[in-house]
């Protein structure tokens, strides 16, 4: 049986505290000495409290800079989709410390409110890396990416929630389903290749030069719209 490390039974030690006397009674003290460990080591491993809480998000967002660096995918959105799973996958592989981290930001609003700041350094990566591939810096373009980047955020956490209320037997395949729909509503309009095809988006005028008078035209054309 591999034995836990120091990190890990610090966090045990932390999680544990909290659920018997609440996080703001739960001193780091407390949590090194349940943990059966000193002071120092407690700070060789978190900078506060609230860091046993939380992962390492610094590590995860630059594993997922990483993946979209290196992505394959031959659109941005799927190259974010990609990416986006590494975060799920790291809460599911948690397991119940997930679960207790989401019950407990839950009822303390500091911790709730550091989750919302973390949320938004990972769509604020996600809406650079859309503009850079887009190869845009304001404008329409940018505001594009930035509403994609949210929904990306907005449809990992619907299906993260969903699972940490123990409501989804299968959040991949949700997350995969979601980024589907986000794609659906993102995707670009199709561009009519002939004048055929462009029938079917509309009217359809073409221009000409001719000798016969404007009044005369008319009926003509009117006919033509009427039948078209």
């Known amino acids: 049986m591999i034995k836990p490390s120091a990190r890990d039974r610090l966090a045990r030690a932390a999680f544990d505290l909290f659920d018997e006397r609440g996080y703001e009674q739960a001193t780091i003290d407390d949590i090194a000495d349940r943990a059966g460990l000193g002071r120092a ?7 506060s409290k609230e860091d ?3 992962p390492d998000h610094d590590l995860l967002l630059e594993q997922i800079s990483d993946r979209l660096r290196t992505s394959s995918e031959t659109t941005a959105l799927a190259a974010v989709s990609d990416a986006v799973r590494l975060v799920l996958r790291h809460y599911l592989d948690e397991g119940g410390l997930a679960r207790r981290r989401y019950a407990l930001t839950s009822t ?10 973390t949320v938004a350094r990972y769509q604020r990566l996600f809406r650079e890396f859309i503009a850079a591939r887009a190869g845009v810096s304001g404008g329409p373009a940018l505001l594009r990416a930035e509403l994609t980047a949210a929904a990306v955020v907005a449809a990992h956490n619907h299906v993260l929630r969903r699972w940490l209320r123990a409501e989804s037997a299968d959040p991949v395949a949700e997350l995969d389903d979601a980024m589907r729909q986000v794609a659906e509503l993102f995707a670009e309009p199709a561009e009519p290749d002939s004048l055929e095809a462009a ?3 509309g009217t359809t005028i073409v221009a000409f030069r001719t000798r016969t008078d404007l009044a005369a035209l008319l009926p ?9």
């Open 220 to 228: 003509a054309l009117r006919r033509l719209a009427d039948e078209g």
């Open 41 to 47: 080591t407690f700070f060789r491993h978190y900078r």
């Open 52 to 54: 046993v809480i939380f």
């Open 108 to 117: 303390v609003p500091a911790l709730r409110d550091r989750e919302i700041a």
């Open 199 to 201: 029938a079917g988006y």
